[in-house]
Each structure stands twice: as structure tokens, then as C-alpha cells.
């Protein structure tokens, strides 16, 4: 599976923005996505996850009830909406999968690229 983060960009604290992580190869609907983030001098942290069909997701306490998770299994495509957005979500957001649901980084075989996602006071 391959996997493109896409979406990031400069917003103000409060603003909203939607990233997509587009997959291609093989079978994306197989497998669990998750969204992680690394902020500069920090270790990568998990942000969001969903399952195979989208029926389960779970999510960090730093974003539970402003980001919101999603995919669509026809366009191949997982979505992480970002609402109230702070200064310290500012990162580089990178996507990934794995079979079944996961939280750890090191647990996950496929990575995207990342985008930066900066968030200004």
C-alpha cells in the first residue's frame, strides 16, 4: 500500500482544516489507518485511528472532540477533519495502515509522507 498525506498548511488558532490520505496498490479497505504527528523535537504521537470499514475509531485525549476521523473505502481515501485548532497541534501529520486497529507507530507497516500542518496564535 502506498500513501499520500495531503491537505496540511498555515491556519490560525481556532481555524479548521481537513487532511487526506489518499492510498493506492493494494487492497486500502483492508486495512486500519491511523493519523499520527511529530512536532519538532518531539517523538511521533498517535492522533486518530479507524478501522477497515470506518465503523470504529478512537482517538488522542489532546483531540478527542475536535478532530474527526474518516474514509471513504470507494475513493480510497481516509480524511482527518481538525476543528478548534490549537498552536500546539501545529506538526508534520502523517498517515498509515495497518491490519486491524493500532496506536503504537511502530506497529504500523505503511507510512505517507507527511504534511505540515502550523497553526499560528
Known amino acids: 500500500v502506498q500513501l499520500q498525506a495531503s491537505g496540511g498548511g498555515l491556519v490560525q488558532a481556532g481555524g479548521s482544516l481537513r487532511l487526506s490520505c489518499a492510498a493506492s496498490g493494494r487492497t486500502f479497505s483492508s486495512y486500519a489507518v491511523g493519523w499520527f504527528r511529530q512536532a519538532p523535537g518531539k517523538e511521533r504521537e498517535f492522533v486518530a485511528v479507524?478501522?477497515?470499514?470506518?465503523?470504529?475509531?478512537s482517538y488522542s485525549d489532546s483531540v478527542k472532540g475536535r478532530f474527526t476521523i474518516s474514509r471513504d473505502n470507494a475513493k480510497d481515501t481516509v480524511y482527518l477533519q481538525m476543528s478548534s485548532l490549537k498552536p500546539e497541534d501545529t506538526a508534520v501529520y502523517y498517515c498509515?495502515?495497518?491490519?486491524?486497529?493500532?496506536?503504537?507507530?511502530?506497529?504500523?507497516?505503511?507510512w505517507g509522507q507527511g504534511t505540515l500542518v502550523t497553526v499560528s496564535s
Open positions: 479507524i478501522n477497515w470499514s470506518g465503523g470504529s475509531t
Open positions: 498509515a495502515a495497518r491490519v486491524g486497529m493500532g496506536v503504537s507507530a511502530t506497529s504500523y507497516r505503511y
